[in-house]
Structures are given as structure tokens and as C-alpha cells.
């Protein structure tokens, strides 16, 4: 029996969660986005082509599947509206096939505006956030003055609200002549945009209670990762978004049992962009040959990752918070040419041994990575399609990683491209 599966990625986002979505949508008939907007970067590679998405699911990329975005998403328009002409430029048809809820929350340019103007408040202590507006869009959100997608067809509703912001946000619009603190060009822009998403316009929360009554299958797609969850992950260094299994339920209006599966996506060594803790980070050498190996650079701003070796502190944490069964364990080659691979086992704090992370970040931060080494295999393990056919090292590095999380590991990946996959 095929599966509901939910992709939730284990670390600090950049698991490489695009491609298993892509490889596990080819199974399934719909695909749902629940939270996250255009700050993730998902890049999927198939047949010697790139693409990098943002906002749209990347099921997108599988011909004919049903692809939903939630009302938990944040939607950037302008940026909707460029990711649309992308795939129309790579001969994408996504049309009657990519579906939007009215209740879905947008992210406007004076968010964008709100983000960088609040980045550079914090000085020293900025979260190193996307500048996508994702904290700013969420704020309104909770703060019950967002404006929704639905808005955008009532042109008074729309003008009446964009006015109120004028008054919310006066302090960073009032006497700007950033071109994106002009409320009359956004409301101008989004009179157009929303000839274009009107067809897209659908009740995501009954579109998939129909899907699942009628047997369709369905994949939820999460963005970023556990560690960058706004509620457990290591705030105030987070998204502004549920990017753990509980957002799946309210970003998209679905109820628990809707899920068969929760897979963690993992990648075999540990990298994080933005500010914040990260007890495993190498500031060296190794570091270095991670970042480059790895091609480790922001799919959305370029800027390189933060790198380290794998922490299964964090990972047992992230296990447990989403109810992870299966783990997909992506880059694996990566790792190839190491003599030695480390392992986070446990963290040390005040002198003594943990196995948790502290949900204090002042601890978090002072935490020291306690180490088990294991030997590298040392051999090129690229394009490898089956388990038997690892390295004994590099099977070793995968049992041990399943046996301490108690977890089943469904997928290794040993590239980038669609092919290079073991399904275990
Ligand atoms: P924001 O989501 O743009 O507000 O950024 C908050 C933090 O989350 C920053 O550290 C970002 O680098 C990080 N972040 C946001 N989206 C992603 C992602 O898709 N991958 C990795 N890190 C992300």
C-alpha cells in the first residue's frame, strides 16, 4: 500500500529535502506545501538540469502530480510570479495542476523592507535571516493584520488593509524612499498578480480530505529544518514558522491520520546558514573540505554554509519532536575522501555528559561536541544505486547513525542527479 509521507528535513535546513520530495512525488498523485515561503531553496537535478524553487513544491518538477500550497505558507507574489516563469522557461506546465488557499498569508515588499531594517537593528546580534520578509509576514500573521491571498480579489478590501499598514508600519514607511515602502506600487502590482492566481484559487484543507477519501496519495512537503522551528528549534536563531510536523496539520488543515509516515531528511555531516549555535561546527581545514565538497552555498542567497560534522544530539531531538520513522540520508559522497569521520554523540555542559539538547540557548551555545571517530572508507562512492554495494565503512557509518536514532534509513543519496539513489 502506498504511503502518505511527510518530508521533514532534520537539521538546519539545506538537507537537501528538494530531492526527495522529486524522487518520492513520483510516487504519490498530490504534493502539499504547508509553511516556509520564498527563504527555502529546493534544487532538484534531472536530466543535466538545475532548478532551484522556492515557494512552489518541488513535485512540481514530476509531470501531471496535483501540487497544493497551504495557508501555513507565506506567499511572496512577485516572487510566485518570477518562479512561474521560470518553469514555463524550462517547459513546465503547471497550469490546472498548482493550486493556492485563499487563507494563505502574503509577503509584501514592505516585509522585505520591515526584515532588512530589523536585521540591521539587531547589529551584532542579527539572526542572519534571508531578507525574504518571512519574520515580518509571519508577525502580521499572528498579529491578525496580515493580508491574505483572498483579499487580493476585493480591490477595496485590498486598499483598505494596505492602508492600515500605512499606520502599523508608519515608523519604517513614513519619509522612506525605498521604492518598496510605496504602498500605491504594491497595491498597483498586486492588482495584476491576482489575475494570475484567481485560476489557482482552491480550499487546500477540503482539496486534500478529497484527494485522501478518493485514495490519492499524498507527500507533504516540508521547508528549512527542525533545528529552525520557531517553537523548538534554537530561537530565537529560528524561522518564523512550524517547519516540524505539527505545521503539516495546521499549515494545511488536515487532521493527524492523514500521515502514514514521517521521513527525516538528513544530510550525512551537518550545515547551517544565518547566525546561531551549532556545537558541531568545524572552523578549519575540514570545515573548508566540507564547504567545497559539499558545493555548501546558500540555494537562495549564495551565501556560504556554516559546516560540521554530524550531530546526532540534534538529530535525536528532531526524531523525537516530528515522530520520525524513516530517515533519508542525502550526500553521503561527500564524505568519501575523509580518512576520519566524527560523530556527535553526546554534548558536554557544566562538566558533565548529556545526550539532549538544552532548550536553553545560552547553554546550547556553550555546549562542547563529545566525539565517537570512525575510520572513512576513502573511496568514491558517487552514482552508488545499492546498499550492498557501499563501502563496508560507509555501511557501518549508516548503521550506526539508523541504531543510535532507532530509526529505519529508506533512501541514501550519493548525488545530486534523480538516479544516483539507493532505496533501501
Ligand atoms: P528567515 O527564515 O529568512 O527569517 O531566516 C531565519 C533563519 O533561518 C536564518 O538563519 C536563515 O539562514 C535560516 N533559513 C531560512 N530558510 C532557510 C532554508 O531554506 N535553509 C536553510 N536555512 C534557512
Not at 522612506?176 to 510605496?182: I, L, N, Q
Request: charged share 25%; proline share 4%; glycine share 10%.
Amino acid at each position: 500500500m502506498k504511503k502518505n509521507r511527510a518530508i521533514i528535513g532534520c537539521q538546519w535546513g539545506d538537507e537537501g529535502k528538494g530531492k526527495i520530495v522529486d524522487l518520492l512525488a513520483a510516487d504519490a498523485d498530490v504534493i502539499a506545501r504547508f509553511q516556509g515561503g520564498a527563504n527555502a531553496g529546493h534544487t532538484i537535478c534531472v536530466d543535466h538540469k538545475k532548478y532551484i524553487l522556492h515557494l512552489i513544491p518541488a513535485g512540481i518538477i514530476q509531470p501531471g502530480k496535483i501540487c497544493y500550497i497551504g495557508n501555513g505558507v507565506v506567499l511572496d507574489p512577485l516572487a510566485f510570479k518570477e518562479e512561474l516563469a521560470f518553469l514555463t522557461s524550462q517547459g513546465i506546465d503547471y497550469r490546472n495542476r498548482l493550486f493556492v488557499s485563499p487563507a494563505t498569508n502574503l509577503v509584501l515588499p514592505y516585509h522585505k523592507l520591515i526584515d532588512a531594517v530589523e536585521e540591521e537593528s539587531r547589529g551584532t546580534a542579527s539572526l542572519g535571516t534571508t531578507q525574504r520578509g518571512i519574520g515580518p509576514a509571519y508577525v502580521d500573521k499572528v498579529a491578525r493584520h496580515g493580508i491574505r491571498v483572498a483579499d487580493l480579489f476585493s480591490p477595496d478590501r485590498l486598499r483598505k488593509r494596505l492602508e492600515f499598514q500605512r499606520v502599523l508600519k508608519a515608523r519604517y514607511l513614513e519619509g522612506s524612499v525605498d521604492p518598496r515602502a510605496d504602498l500605491e506600487r504594491t497595491y498597483q502590482e498586486l492588482q495584476e498578480l491576482a489575475v494570475t492566481l484567481r485560476p489557482m484559487m482552491i480550499d487546500v484543507s477540503l482539496a486534500l480530505y478529497r484527494a485522501h477519501r478518493e485514495g490519492k496519495t499524498i507527500l507533504f512537503e516540508g521547508a528549512q529544518g527542525s533545528m529552525l522551528d520557531v517553537d523548538l528549534g534554537t530561537y530565537p536563531f529560528a524561522t518564523s514558522s512550524n517547519t516540524t510536523i505539527g505545521g503539516a496539520l495546521t499549515g494545511l488543515g488536515i487532521g493527524p491520520k492523514m500521515i502514514d509516515e514521517v521521513v527525516g531528511v538528513v544530510k550525512a555531516y551537518t550545515t547551517r546558514v544565518g547566525a546561531g549555535p551549532f556545537p558541531t561546527e568545524l572552523v578549519d581545514a575540514v570545515g573548508e573540505q566540507l564547504r567545497t565538497i559539499g558545493d555548501e552555498y546558500g540555494a537562495t542567497t549564495g551565501r556560504p554554509r556554516r559546516t560540521g560534522w554530524l550531530d546526532l544530539v540534534a538529530l535525536r531531538h528532531a526524531v523525537r519532536i516530528n515522530g520520525v520513522e524513516s530517515l533519508a540520508i542525502t550526500k553521503l559522497d561527500v564524505l568519501d575522501q575523509f580518512d576520519e569521520i566524527k560523530v556527535c554523540t553526546h554534548y558536554e555542559l557544566h562538566g558533565e555528559r548529556q545526550g539532549e539538547v538544552p532548550l536553553d540557548l545560552a547553554e546550547l551555545a556553550t555546549v562542547k561536541p563529545v566525539y565517537t571517530s570512525m575510520p572513512g572508507w576513502q573511496c568514491d562512492t558517487t552514482g552508488t544505486t545499492s546498499f550492498a554495494k557501499l563501502p563496508e565503512k560507509a555501511r557501518s557509518y549508516l548503521e550506526y547513525i539508523a541504531r543510535d536514532l532507532e530509526v529505519r534509513i529508506c533512501l541514501v543519496s550519493t548525488g545530486a542527479k534523480r538516479e544516483e539513489t539507493i532505496l533501501v
